[in-house]
């Protein structure tokens, strides 16, 4: 049964660890994930965009897939199904598709109409024991060509929003979406520091997991960072060992062709790249 994210964030800022969420775009990334959460013990977080939701044929599709996953899987620790970088309706059809976790980025609304919907969005999910991600201060990344520097998020502006009853929060700390840039100057601990300064137990969320080095990934969770989202990264495995299957002439041997052999290794690289970030995020053996 999916879950809220609630407990299980609670618990990783109590423990000093972060909880994953790992995007996911089809049968095969959920079916990874899930694999590799169930056997190092880890809970989980299933990321879904809009658009994601969208390429697997909207929200409930994907509820019905996951939870049919579950199931068939044995799947027995904590996994929430949480919509990524929702808009309002988003969020609201999550809502009502089952998602168990959603997140309302208000980011690029002036602060007095971020914080109008999340109080709305707090009252919905609470109705329902669904956990609310919400944001303040934009991550930045590359959209249409253009690479945008992430934003430091205000402390104070943190505070307004952390104290409507959001369950856990996104500040940009100079965090970016995508491969980070030659010249990204890191993350900024200063501001991180801050924002846990004004908003106390609230776990705090990491957006833009892919290429933060190692040290700055366990120095933000010493800071309160409790969830980490990482898309980029299985993406880029998943290619690479697509790529090399097609290269090496591997389609065309025998029946090589077989979707189930063709994208068999890109579905191991997710799995090893999901391992890899479980353990640097601590969360091995913490279901
Ligand atoms: P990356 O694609 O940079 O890993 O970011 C993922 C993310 O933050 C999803 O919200």
Redesign the pocket.
Known sequence: MLVSAKEMLTKAKEGHYAVG?F?INNLEWTKAILLTAQELNSPVIL?V?EGAGKYMCGYKTVVGMVNGMLESLNITVPVALHL??GSYEGALACIDAGFSSVMFDGSHYPIEENIAKTKELVRLTGEKGISLEAEVGA?G?EEDGVVGAGECADPDECKMIADLGVTMLAAGIGN???KYPENWPGLSFETLDAVQKKTGKMPLVL?????IPADMIKKAISLGVSKI?????CQLAFAEATRKYIEAGKDLVGKGYDPRKLLAPGFEAIKVTVKEKMELFGSVNKA
Not at 207 to 211: A, E, F, L, S
Not at 229 to 233: A, R
């Open positions: 969420q995007n990321g965009s990524d970088h991550i990344g970016i979406h995508g957006h833009g997991g892919t290429g989202n990482v898309n980029t990264e």
